[in-house]
């Protein structure tokens, strides 16, 4: 798996236990779309452009530009590992080139 996939980073050490990581899908979210997406998954804020979603015993914050922050993982590599999971679930959410 490539390093430094999605642009993750360690960030710091969460108070819940594990690590914070940060990094960017390579396109933004239509959060219209996203909220829909998450409906019974997570809480979505379209407005602010935030959706937050507990996922494979991490609590993951979803932004608008694409950024995303991985709470309570043990690397960036599990991190990366959650994220492609949870990439096939939103990403009609992401939008579209052209």
Same mark, same amino acid.
């Given at each position: 798996? *490539?390093?430094?996939?999605?642009? =993750? $980073?360690?960030?710091?050490?969460?108070?819940?236990?594990?690590?914070?990581?940060? +990094?960017? /899908?390579?396109?933004?979210?239509?959060?219209?779309?996203?909220?829909?997406?998450?409906?019974?998954?997570?809480?979505? *804020?379209?407005?602010?452009?935030? =959706? $937050?979603?507990?996922?494979?015993?991490?609590?993951?914050?979803?932004?608008?530009? +694409?950024? /995303?922050?991985?709470?309570?993982?043990?690397?960036?590599?599990?991190?990366?590992?959650?994220?492609?999971?949870?990439?096939?679930?939103?990403?009609?959410?992401?939008?579209?080139?052209?």
């Amino acid at each position: 798996m *490539a390093k430094n996939k999605y642009n =993750a $980073r360690s960030v710091r050490p969460c108070k819940g236990g594990g690590i914070l990581v940060e +990094g960017t /899908f390579d396109k933004p979210f239509l959060m219209e779309s996203l909220c829909r997406i998450l409906r019974n998954r997570g809480k979505c *804020a379209e407005k602010l452009g935030v =959706a $937050r979603l507990f996922y494979d015993d991490c609590d993951i914050t979803l932004y608008r530009n +694409g950024r /995303f922050d991985v709470h309570r993982v043990q690397s960036t590599e599990q991190a990366i590992e959650i994220i492609e999971r949870l990439k096939v679930i939103v990403q009609g959410a992401f939008v579209e080139e052209g």
